[in-house]
């Protein structure tokens, strides 16, 4: 039997906000174990959250870049379930009137294509502590320096047929909350979690099988991982005459399965009911002006915007553009070199290589933009080859010169380009090479292309790289013939 995959993702991005959602309780990461926790945090008699504008901003300017219907009037509700760390045994949310509607995103594929995802809504509410089950022997202890942090659920449709579709819905929402700035997307230090709702059908039916959510996996690896680790499991289990139980289950990713983790439950389980200690937030339509305008390019417009102006490839663009400091970056390299081009060449090949291989971010690049720039200017001028700009970029990379003028100067790496002394260079090349010459001279077209490889290595061999390739490729060509 063939099937089909339907997959919606719940992700929750952490809001960027110096404090909590209801409290002035630092939201600081790695701070010592209970040390950000408020009473309103904890929820104790006596106390009453007061809700965090900036959240109600960072919500809306998603909403805003996702096309989405927003609430103008949206609700906190009480979501009451027990949780070791979950002090007030409720969590404070949105259900019914929730601060995002329904909206879009558009999701680039592998093969290029572009695929729409409904967005079906984003709501605000707190995050709950964490459990630490190492170092205490057999018990486990509570951090609730999480709980009350602001988080941002994203809840899509079930438009994904594929595990990498869902990356690539992942990807774009983690570049997306990046660009607006509302979430720093660090998924290692959970500010970025998915939870995968997952179910199989057989090809051509219309309802929908039954789900089980995969829940908090924090990397683009595991969403696809867990994705296909789990149809796997649910296709085996109808084979073989079994029922999938909508449950709750988690991914190990040591063992590569997804185990059972609690039963499901619906929101009537969760006795939704509007808090008493919230009032309704009514927004006006000139605060929506307002947060509009503070909307930057967003990633689809400066992919688009990078096609027209520099006319890059949509795969260039697209790569240059997945991270609003990468687009940057690049913009700068292209400003002090004016070759959109070339820039794009070395912010993806060398320079992406070099981050890789050390581990670093853009940001902790050890070669600045204006650096890259200024070395590909040399390379636009003929002051150095290709070949030497590699030797260039690896000392500027490990901080032997503050530039690509200085690094040239003090190592010696001008290219020469004095007609008269690569010809010179070559007549010792050939004088050196007669047996060669000779051969080349009595051979076919097809061998002699072999044999003008040989002349070329050698002539760069004894310039130490230094001569510029098109006029050593022009003038051997025209000695060989001679």
Known sequence: MQWEIVIGLEIHAQLTTASKIFS????????????????????????LPVLNAQAVRNAVKFGLAIDAEIGMTNVFARKNYFYPDLPKGYQTSQMDH????????????????????????????EDAGKSLHE????????????????????????????????????????????????????MAEGSLRCDCNVSVRPKGQTEFGTRCEIKNVNSFRFIEKAINTEVQRQIELIEDGGKVVQETRLYDPNKD????????????????????????V????RFLDEVRGELPELPQQK???????????????????????LADYFEQVQKTCGDAKLAANWVMGELSSLLNKEGLDIEQSPVSADQLGGMILRIKDNTISGKIAKMVFEALAAGEGDSADAIIEAKG?????????????????????????????????????KMFGFFVGQAMKASKGKANPQQVNELLRKKLEG
């Open 24 to 47: 002035g309780s630092a939201t600081t990461f790695g701070a010592e174990a209970n040390t950000q926790a408020s009473l309103v945090d904890l929820g104790m008699p006596g106390t």
């Open 98 to 125: 929730p601060i995002v509607g329904k909206g879009h995103l558009d999701i680039t594929l592998e093969d290029g294509t572009v695929k729409r995802v409904g967005v079906t809504r984003a709501h605000l509410e």
């Open 135 to 186: 170092d205490f022997h057999g018990m486990s202890g509570i951090d609730l320096n999480r709980a009350g942090t602001p988080l941002l659920e994203i809840v899509s449709e079930p438009d994904m047929r594929s595990a990498k579709e869902a990356v690539a819905y992942a990807k774009t929402i983690h570049s997306l909350v990046r660009y607006l700035g509302i979430c720093d997307g660090n």
């Open 257 to 280: 399965e997804t185990r059972s983790m609690r039963s499901k439950e619906e929101a009537n389980d969760y006795r939704y009911f509007p808090c008493p200690d919230l009032l309704p």
């Open 282 to 285: 009514v927004l006006e339509q």
């Open 303 to 325: 992919r688009e915007r990078f096609e027209s102006q520099f006319g890059l490839s949509t795969y260039d663009a697209s790569v240059l553009s997945a991270s609003r400091e």
């Open 413 to 449: 790496l001008k290219q020469v380009t004095d007609s008269g002394a690569i010809e010179a260079m070559l007549d010792e090349v050939l004088a050196a090479n007669a047996e060669q010459l000779e051969q080349y001279r009595a051979s076919d077209e097809a061998k002699r292309g």
